[in-house]
């Protein structure tokens, strides 16, 4: 699996909607590239459909969001037609990022081997290198784990991420106590 400080491999991939996604389209941005093993199964779900409830936050820090998996497009569009996902899913069918980057790796359920993408993450600094790597996540707290990171670790240039106001102001004489 490559690590912090490598440059993240040349891809082009297509998105739900056929729309090529490349690596030199991405330089000058900073992108979160996060591998799932397949569409629309409990975990994965649960992972897609936090970062879509977190990506308000993670796109003011600065940050885009791709998920891949060796789905095909149509897929990709199914499970994201169902979830109203609001980020791009990448087709790999060929592995041809999964396998480069170090996401498939050789698994076992039930005392029986097998080849398939390890649930893995791979922050990507603007200049195209890796700035962070979060191997076997857990798919309902990494995208909280991804945010924290950003909202604490500083860019690439040198730059600490901003957080956003995650809580809205009290009025005047409200008191400290919100609601629940």
């Known amino acids: 699996m490559l690590q912090s400080g490598q440059a993240v491999p040349d891809f082009q991939l297509a998105d739900q909607d056929g729309n090529p996604i490349t690596a030199k389209a991405l330089l000058g941005q900073r992108y979160l590239l996060y591998f799932y093993p397949k569409d629309d199964t409990p975990g994965c779900t649960k992972q897609a459909c936090g970062f879509r409830d977190l990506l308000p936050d993670l796109n003011g820090l600065g940050l885009h969001v791709f998920g891949v998996s060796a789905d095909s497009e149509a897929a990709h569009r199914k499970f994201t037609q169902k979830f109203a996902l609001n980020f791009p ?3 790999d069918p ?17 005392g ?12 990507i600094a603007a200049d195209g290198t890796i700035e962070h790597v979060w191997e076997k996540v857990s798919p309902e707290k990494h995208p909280d784990e991804v945010r924290a990171y950003l909202m604490g670790a500083p860019s690439k240039a040198g730059k600490k991420a901003v957080a956003p106001k995650l809580a809205p102001k009290l009025a005047p004489g409200a008191g400290s106590k919100a609601k629940s």
Request: glycine share 6%; charged share 30%.
């Open 94 to 110: 060929e592995r041809k990022l999964i396998e480069p980057i170090g996401a498939w790796v050789e698994k076992s359920m039930y």
């Open 89 to 91: 899913l990448l087709a």
């Open 112 to 123: 029986k081997k097998y080849m398939g993408i390890q649930r893995a993450s791979f922050l």
